[in-house]
């Protein structure tokens, strides 16, 4: 098997993750799931083409992107629930009446 419908899943989900960022602007929790399915897209890219090149990087690279991934949802979903908890919305246009 090719590489080929590997790259091109990952492109539609890479694109799906671009448009979600683009064409919502409102909801901070949507922006959070478009910004994981872009990294999905990545890692399905980087071990396609660590599997066609024979080497282990790719692999490597994913379980990086996978953990800093894990890291920044766990970090920005508390925010989220901070914010919340506060505003009782969590439309991104209140953001900017934040004071810090």
């Known amino acids: 098997m ?4 590997f790259a091109i899943v990952a ?3 890479f694109t799906i993750g671009i448009f979600g960022i683009l064409f919502n602007k409102k909801n901070l929790i949507v922006m959070l799931m ?3 399915i872009i990294l999905l897209g990545a ?3 980087f ?3 660590s599997v066609a090149n024979g080497v282990a990087e790719g692999f490597m690279y994913s379980l990086l992107i996978l953990t800093v991934a894990a890291a920044e949802a766990a970090i920005a979903l ?3 629930v901070l ?3 506060n ?3 969590v439309n991104i246009d209140h953001v900017s009446e934040l004071k810090g």
């Not at 090719?2 to 419908?5: L, N, S, V």
């Open 87 to 89: 505003r009782r919305t």
């Open 11 to 13: 492109l539609l989900i």
């Open 2 to 5: 090719t590489i080929f419908p």
């Open 78 to 80: 508390a925010i989220l």
């Open 47 to 49: 071990v396609a083409f």
């Open 43 to 45: 890692n399905i890219n």
């Open 34 to 36: 478009s910004i994981e």
């Open 83 to 85: 914010y919340y908890r």
